[in-house]
Structures are given as C-alpha cells and as structure tokens.
Nanobody, 125 residues
Framework: QVQLVESGGGLVQAGGSLRLSCAASGRSFSMYTMGWFRQAPGKEREFVAAIRWSGGGTFYTDSVKGRFTISRDNAKNTVSLQMNSLKPEDTAVYYC??????????????????WGQGTQVTVSS
C-alpha cells in the first residue's frame, strides 16, 4: 500500500510555470505506475499524464503535450509534474495517483487504487 501527498500548487499568471510534486510513502515505489489527474470546478476528473513503473514510458493528454513533463525519482519516492506555458483552462485541483505494476489503460481513473488529497492550481488570465 502507498500513501500520496501532493505539493507545489498555487496561483500563477497565464504563461507561467509551476512544478507539482507527489511524495509517496511505503516500499517499492519503483514498482508503481504513477499518474496525474485534474478536476476543474463543475467538471469530471480527467487524465493529465502518467509514467510507467519501469520509468520507460510517459503519456500525456493532448491538451498538455509539449507543455507538461512528468518525471519520477525512485530514490526519493517522488513523481513530479513540470507545467510550463500555463493557461487559464489548466486551473483545477491536481491529483497524484498510483497503481502497482503496469496498467491496461493509463488514462482511466479506475486503474489507480491510490490517490492523494489534491493540490489547487489556479492560472489567472
């Protein structure tokens, strides 16, 4: 089992950058596939990015490709989301999620049994 704690959210102007971090407790962090999801007010939670447990593959939703980068540091039990060129439509609560081993579909919420509490990202225009 793993516990997740996000940090790094805040208020930023459009075009700015933020770096979110997710700290994981527990053992064998390297064996978890990690994902970032977000939920804007009045909208469903949606997939943002994911990185495989092996670190061998990263995946992004189309709207963030070229702007966001997901990475992991298995020695520090952390996964990060570097967000550049932020837009007002990126405003949401961002959640870190984890799944032991591989995932059939990295973009599906139900694949991830473990979730953090979320961190707010607000992008002003």
């Amino acid at each position: 089992q793993v516990q997740l704690v996000e940090s790094g959210g805040g208020l930023v102007q459009a075009g700015g950058s933020l770096r979110l971090s997710c700290a994981a407790s527990g053992r064998s962090f390297s064996m978890y596939t990690m994902g970032w999801f977000r939920q804007a007010p009045g909208k469903e939670r949606e997939f943002v990015a994911a990185i495989r447990w092996s670190g061998g593959g990263t995946f992004y939703t189309d709207s963030v490709k070229g702007r966001f980068t997901i990475s992991r540091d298995n020695a520090k039990n952390t996964v990060s989301l570097q967000m550049n060129s932020l837009k007002p439509e990126d405003t949401a609560v961002y959640y870190c999620a984890a799944k032991w081993g591989s995932a059939h579909d990295l973009g599906i919420m139900n694949e991830y049994p473990y979730w953090g509490q979320g961190t707010q990202v607000t992008v002003s225009s």
